[in-house]
């Protein structure tokens, strides 16, 4: 198997190799695993050889600035990028194919965005706290003081929406991380950074940190389709219907194709079968940002009823991420996620997982008390 490896800062204390974080000690020589890839050395993005497929690439930055991302920022194409391009398309009265033609590229370029840009990191790019080796069990990670990142390069991934193999990809397996280096980096910047309003500080951090527009559509009511694996936001009046409560959970009635003005969309992970979406029309009551989470994870696999809780501290890397928008819906919640490369593409125990670049950026566009229709 090819191995890379990105020299990071010592205050990081991780490399890349293949695709995923190795746990390699800093101080380690990174001289073996780059003699290993002599023979086979590092390709441009965006030519032939490369993981990144450059059209695809630029179409998924212009996307998560329209408002309509499709997962993380990779350069693949695959079905969360079709439903990103679906939703963009719908918004702009496009023939709604999933294919980025000739029509699509059009609309997404007249946001006038690069894909790519060159930046400088600064020491508070790479400050941390940063947690490694990261424990697996929850009773290991309740002793911590937060789930922090596991080193510099896994949170500079998430701050650019994208994943550490990426940003190899673009800068080369030597390339160093660490203050003054210069990277090549999704354009994802935002053009204000001006919070005005936010609920907290907390999430105006948040915000900023994730680097999420200021200037964000309104959204009125959301609709979460199962069968689709999307969150649509509308803005509009909210379609008519009783809500749902435990005692009566549903079914909310199918709605029309075009209920709203459609302003954003998001890829989503939601229910199993063991805790599935739960059907019907819902409120999203309150915010809470950076939440500390009972977790028992054997109980959602829903093997030990009896396990006993762990009071997890909060992070990035906690199974909750750095937000949870509460449902009326007793024990569920719209959150975020420690593995943004798995939304729509896996499970969740029941509620709505978002990025948390994504669920940070969706607090923005609606305000607390809106509706939340759940489809099949």
Not at 123 to 151: E, I, S, T
Request: with cysteine; charged share 20%; hydrophobic share 40%.
């Amino acid at each position: 198997m090819r191995k890379v490896v990105l020299l990071l800062a010592a205050s990081a204390g991780l490399a890349v190799a293949g695709h995923a974080l190795a746990q390699q000690p800093a101080g380690n020589s990174a001289a073996p695993a780059n003699a290993q890839t002599a023979a086979r050395p590092w390709v441009a993005p965006g030519t032939p050889g490369s993981p990144i497929d450059g059209t695809i690439f630029h179409a998924q930055v212009l996307l998560d600035a329209a408002g309509f991302p499709s997962g993380v920022i990779d350069g693949k194409k695959g079905m969360v990028f079709a439903q990103a391009v679906k939703g963009f398309q719908q918004s702009r009265n496009l023939p709604v194919t999933g294919e980025l033609d000739g029509a699509t590229r059009q609309a997404l370029l007249q946001l006038s965005r690069p894909s790519t840009r060159m930046l400088r990191l600064g020491d508070n790019d790479l400050r941390g706290p940063f947690v490694f080796p990261f424990p697996k069990d929850a009773a290991d990670q309740a002793k911590l003081d937060g789930l922090h990142y596991r080193n510099s390069l896994e949170q500079l991934s998430e701050r650019f929406h994208t994943t550490p193999q990426t940003i190899v990809a673009l800068n080369g397996p030597d390339k160093p991380i660490g203050p003054g280096a210069v990277l090549r980096l999704p354009n994802v910047l935002p053009a204000s950074r001006d919070y005005a309003g936010a609920i907290d500080e907390k999430q105006g951090r948040l915000l900023n940190f994730f680097n999420v527009d200021a200037t964000q559509p309104k959204g009125d009511f959301i609709v979460v389709d199962k069968s689709e694996g999307v969150m649509r936001v509308y803005e509009g009046e909210v379609p008519k219907g009783e809500f749902s409560t435990n005692s009566n959970p549903g079914p909310a009635p199918k709605l029309d194709d075009d209920p709203g003005k459609l302003v954003a969309q998001f890829p989503v992970t939601m229910g199993s079968s063991q805790y599935p979406l739960p059907i019907g029309r819902w409120k999203v009551t309150t915010y809470a940002f950076e939440p500390p989470f009972k977790y028992q994870p054997r109980l959602l696999k829903g093997k030990d009823p009896n396990e006993p809780e762990q009071m997890l501290p909060p992070g990035p890397n906690g199974p909750v991420g750095i937000a949870w928008l509460d449902l009326t819906k007793e024990h569920y919640g719209i959150h975020g996620t420690d593995s943004p490369e798995t939304i729509g593409r896996a499970e969740s125990s029941g509620c709505i997982r978002l990025a948390n670049w994504d669920v940070i950026r969706l607090s923005r566009i609606m305000k607390p008390g809106f509706t939340a229709i759940f489809q099949a």
